[in-house]
């Protein structure tokens, strides 16, 4: 499944998007590094991780990982996503975004459980504010593809610690996401049903979640990342039929990667 991480951060930031071979999946982290990135820099890396979520019929991930984005100071691309940070301060950021949604592709779950594949996009904005190593988040995001037109929010607060090549940070949050949303992805309308699934409409609702990342850089513009995060599943998303009964976690991943960072223009 693709899991996407979001954690906003001051300014000289290094950011990361990990691509879990075989499947379109990603999680995209950013955290500081003790040098500027003033120019267009180019980053490479390769890592191991494994996922796991709550729908029905995906297996379990655990493939090796490969690391592409292009950025700036305070504009960052990778394939499933393109952000830029407005007018940034020591302690106060505003981003604007637009990224690909994450859902399954199509060919991790049985054709049978007809889990819809992430064809949305959503446009979004988020802002954070720094109290020396502890910091505030909001974030709010919307499809605006038409697939299921909904939005999610989510409050946040976290930590890091930072030394000369050493970065560590933790962050726990509330996510609510709308009734759109969280029935395109859980519900299962009239038409859907099936023996294996059973009509049902999810309704909206909070969530939590929590991520933890610990950053080392070995030398100059190259650092080994160690990054988990989990997300907790709805009570109304954990009755559908999509949805393993037994869990309360809607996503784990965690993941370690030797990434390289260098200016190209």
Do not use: C
């Not at 020591?90 to 859902?103: E, I, Q, R, Y």
């Amino acid at each position: 499944m693709m899991l996407l991480i979001k954690k906003i951060l001051p300014q000289r930031a290094l950011s990361i998007v990990l691509l879990m071979a075989p499947i379109v999946a990603h999680a995209e982290i950013e955290f500081k590094l003790p040098r500027s990135t003033d120019s267009v820099e180019f980053l490479l890396g390769f890592g191991h991780g494994y996922d796991e979520t709550a729908f029905r019929g995906e297996k379990s991930l655990s493939e090796p990982s490969i690391a592409i984005a292009i950025l700036t100071e305070n504009f960052y691309l990778d394939v499933h996503q393109v952000s830029y940070k407005l007018m940034p301060t020591k302690d106060f950021t505003l981003k604007v975004f637009g990224n690909s949604d994450a859902l399954p592709v199509e060919e991790d779950i049985p054709s049978e459980l007809n889990i819809k594949s992430g064809d949305s996009f959503d446009v979004g904005m988020s802002i954070e504010k720094q109290f020396d190593r502890l910091r505030i988040g909001l974030f709010s995001a919307v499809d605006v593809t038409g697939t299921h037109d909904g939005y999610k929010f989510e409050l946040s607060t976290g930590f890091d610690k930072v030394s000369d090549n050493i970065r560590s940070g933790m962050t726990i949050g509330a996510r609510y996401e709308d009734q759109k949303r969280s029935n395109y992805y859980y519900g299962v309308a009239p038409k859907e049903g099936s023996a294996n699934l059973a009509a049902y409409e999810v309704q909206g609702e909070w969530t939590a979640f929590a991520e933890a990342m610990y950053l080392h850089e070995i030398s100059h513009g190259i650092a080994f990342v160690a990054n988990t995060s989990i997300s907790s599943l709805g009570k109304s998303a954990k009755k559908s039929s999509r949805t393993k009964n037994d869990t309360d976690i809607a996503d784990f991943e965690t993941f370690v990667a030797l990434v390289w960072q260098f200016p190209v223009l």
